[in-house]
């Protein structure tokens, strides 16, 4: 059957509505399901199945026998051979439902796949990468990979053509079939060219990037909940609160407002008043100490540790007086503070702990306790630019406690239980429901932008050590096994402020966090701090800049960073 210039054999069934590009053709026994897209020039072989939502670029190339699942993206060119099998959920059982637990596989441009071969969901597969006949893919894949084997491991390198490439004993391989010069760089390679000519322009962080690769789950629960005129609190804030908590291995999850708002609240529930003290960092964004402020209190600062740049431990006890009643420690760039000792400390002082996660979700302490559950309470963040961020502000505190949990739901609708009886003052400090959906399936995916921020971490690493830059620079520390979720990727620099401005006129995103000391702050002036208080967090002021770290940034954008950073210190 002909029809609108794509052909579809007469046995086949097209679900409406999808789209189908201009050229493809769907042959035997197969069946397209709604919403999906295929591009032109594809060609579909027979008994195959395209789930709802499947997105495949232009000359895609199916072979017969294969299921594509929702949560599946093809980019142009890629080639799919006979029975191989993708998954879309990890862990399935007949009599669970895991339709929300779906995983998204992305097959990147030029990839192929061989025959029997088994793709598990969550991965990334690299462009023109080569995965084996028979082959169980557990992991990312690199660009130009050749993996085989149960569980695929890397046994070589795939020229775009489909030769294999020969390096030897060197960094460097020419195809040749086609000559293409590629560069290996690690656990990396990509062609020369593309280093040479490519990149131009890296920006700190890429939504955009991430968002077409989850506008098919973004765009109907944003149309759901608009649908249902259901837009604050109600049944998505109930689910994201749950599947936080579940995430964050704590009893309740309380959705807020803002991440500032998540810390106000953890306060208020804790009844922090004028005259009270708040132990916690200098090195921080506002809000960390703003909230204490705004109830009346007075934040005390103590200088952080210069390798982690968290709050110094051994410094706190000497800051605690009879006015004390809380701990801040803030989980800076995504590495978790020393919990135990804090805890140790504020146990010995009868005092509570509200840990800043705002940048930490998914962080994990050395014994694998997760950011927000070691503390009395935990905040997050969903700024946009977090690792998991909203389409707007929003936040949430977490905790063990019931009673906390119960006075936290209660001051988010301005103290009142039941509705419109008041026995406190509370705020509106309710997150509303399209950030709720929105966040309940970004939150699928955190696992795995969090695994490709701590690989494009290490690619920085490999990429510096070699330029000898790291006898000039300091890269990142990571405390002994902590879970580093690299919500920014920190180094110390000299000439940081010149350097600074020569990235930014090379087109590079870079960012400081932060460039002075709460203690110095003009609106904190009356604590009577002084230049040279906190000798650490104004040395870090002056010496870090953070660089682009988002999941979707490629090695190439990577290694012109890196170039850029030797043109400058050469």
């Given amino acids: 059957m002909e029809k609108n210039n794509y052909f579809v054999h007469e046995s086949s069934y097209i679900d409406e509505p999808c789209e189908i590009g201009e050229g493809t053709k769907i042959w035997h026994f197969s069946h397209i399901m709604k919403n999906s897209k295929i591009g032109k020039n594809c060609n579909i072989g027979q008994n195959v199945v395209v789930s709802p939502d499947v997105v495949l670029g232009k000359n895609v190339k199916i072979q017969n026998n294969i299921s594509i699942y929702t949560g599946v993206i093809c980019e142009d060119d890629v080639f799919l051979g006979p029975s191989m099998v993708f998954t879309n959920v990890v862990n399935p059982r007949s009599h669970v439902i895991r339709k929300d637990e779906y995983q998204q596989t992305l097959m990147k441009k030029g990839s192929s796949v061989g025959a029997n071969a088994v793709i598990i969901c969550g991965n990334t597969i690299g462009k023109y990468s080569f995965i084996g006949a028979g082959a169980v893919v557990t992991k990312d894949v690199p660009d130009y990979a050749l993996v085989v084997g149960n569980p695929a491991r890397i046994i070589g390198w795939m020229c ?17 079939n086609c000559g293409k010069h590629y560069v290996k760089s690690g656990d990396s390679i990509m062609e020369k060219s593309n280093i040479e000519n490519t990149v131009t322009s890296v920006p700190l962080l890429d939504l955009k990037a991430q968002y077409d690769t989850i506008r098919t789950k973004i765009e109907p629960v944003i149309k759901e909940v608009v649908e249902s005129q259901y837009f604050i609190l109600g049944p998505k804030v109930k689910e994201l609160e749950e599947k936080v908590a579940v995430y964050s291995s704590t009893k309740f999850g309380i959705g807020v407002s803002s991440g500032t708002d998540a810390l106000l609240i953890a306060l208020m529930a804790l009844d922090i008043n004028e005259g009270d003290e708040v132990i916690t960092t200098p090195y921080s964004f506002f809000a960390t100490a703003g909230v204490i402020t705004r109830l009346g209190a007075k934040p005390i600062f103590v200088d952080i540790e210069p390798e982690f740049f968290n709050i110094d431990p051994a410094k706190i006890e000497k800051a605690i007086s009879s006015k004390t009643k809380v701990i801040i420690p803030v989980h800076l760039y995504g590495q978790m503070a020393e919990m135990d000792t804090i805890m140790d400390i504020a146990k010995k002082n009868n005092l509570n702990v509200v840990e800043d996660a705002a940048q930490a979700i998914g962080s994990e302490y050395h014994d694998g306790r997760k950011a927000g559950s070691i503390g009395h309470m935990g905040c997050f963040s969903f700024f946009p630019s977090k690792n998991l961020g909203g389409f707007g502000d929003a936040g949430m505190v977490v905790t063990n406690d019931s009673k906390l949990a119960e006075k936290l739901i209660q001051l988010r609708v301005h103290g009142s239980a039941p509705k419109y009886y008041h026995k406190i003052i509370g705020g509106n400090f309710r997150i509303d429901a399209i950030q709720a ?87 904190f002036s009356y604590l009577g701090y002084k230049e040279g208080d906190f000798p650490e967090t104004e040395k870090a002021s002056k010496e870090t800049i953070a660089i682009p770290i988002y999941p979707e940034l490629s090695l190439d954008q990577q290694q012109y960073i890196v170039d850029k950073f030797v043109e400058f210190y050469s």
Avoid: M
């Avoid at 775009?160 to 040749?176: A, M, R, Y």
């Avoid at 920014?488 to 620099?493: A, D, G, N, P």
């Fill in 160 to 176: 775009e053509c489909g030769i294999k490439l020969e390096f030897e004993d060197t960094p460097e391989s020419k195809c040749k």
């Fill in 437 to 523: 959906a929105v966040l309940n399936v970004k939150l699928g995916y955190l696992d795995q932008w969090t695994k490709k921020r701590q690989q494009n971490a290490d690619t920085y690493n490999n990429l510096f050590r070699k330029t000898n830059l790291d006898n000039i620079i300091k890269l990142p520390t990571i405390n002994k096994n902590f879970h580093h979720i690299f919500n920014q990727y920190i180094l110390r620099v000299p000439k940081r402020d010149e350097l600074l401005s020569f990235l930014h006129s090379n087109n590079i995103g870079c960012e400081i966090y932060y460039p002075l000391s709460l203690s110095n702050q003009e609106c």
